[in-house]
Nanobody, 130 residues
């Protein structure tokens, strides 16, 4: 079982920046991807960004590409860490942000398929005011 702990988030004015961090521990041996999703009440969970372990490959959603940056996954034994830098935030970025870990094919055409992510964090709130 993989355990995820998120940190960061908070409130910021439009145009500002925030950073999120996620630490995965436990049975991470089968994990090759970590990423971030977000959700607002009444809407489906949306993929934001993912990073593959061991290689410099990241995938971003169209809504955040150019503004958000996900770090490479740092691996210290069975402990994996990934960070998300969020710049030029706007009120539409307001959501609960969830870290997720799973296993994806390198060239998948569905990088944000939630069923591929077997572990999820508790979520951290990001609020952007106009």
């Amino acid at each position: 079982q993989v355990h995820l702990v998120e940190s960061g988030g908070g409130s910021v004015q439009a145009g500002g920046s925030l950073a999120l961090s996620c630490v995965a521990s436990g049975d991470t041996y089968s994990t090759n991807v970590m990423g971030w999703f977000r959700q607002v009440p009444g809407k489906e969970r949306e993929g934001v960004a993912i990073a593959y372990a061991g290689i410099n490959k990241a995938v971003y959603s169209d809504s955040v590409r150019g503004r958000f940056s996900i770090s490479q996954i740092s691996q210290d034994g069975a402990v994996y860490t990934v960070n998300l830098q969020m710049n030029s935030l706007n009120p539409e970025d307001t959501a609960m942000y969830y870290c997720a870990a799973g296993r994806l094919h390198l060239n998948t055409n569905a990088p944000f398929a939630p069923e591929k992510f077997k572990a999820w964090g508790q979520g951290t709130q990001v609020t952007v005011s106009a």
